[in-house]
């Protein structure tokens, strides 16, 4: 929505939707929390930009 020529991607659902995000990123932070294991981990990265999630994906490949 800050970026207007990416707003034909967003409708009114999605504003409706952006008043449960808080509940969303409190189950979501539940959920990794109770299935991530040592053997079995979850990695959060963030992808706003394309090349950063693939940099940190190749560190934690690297990391095994």
Known sequence: ?????RNWKSSSADVRERAHWDDCRQAFSRVLSATSTRWAP?????ADHKWF????????????
């Not at 979850?42 to 963030?46: E, K």
């Not at 940099?55 to 934690?60: P, R």
């Open 42 to 46: 979850w990695y959060v990265v963030p």
């Open 53 to 64: 999630p693939r940099v940190c994906v190749s560190a934690v490949r690297q990391a095994w």
């Open 1 to 5: 929505m800050d970026v207007p020529e």
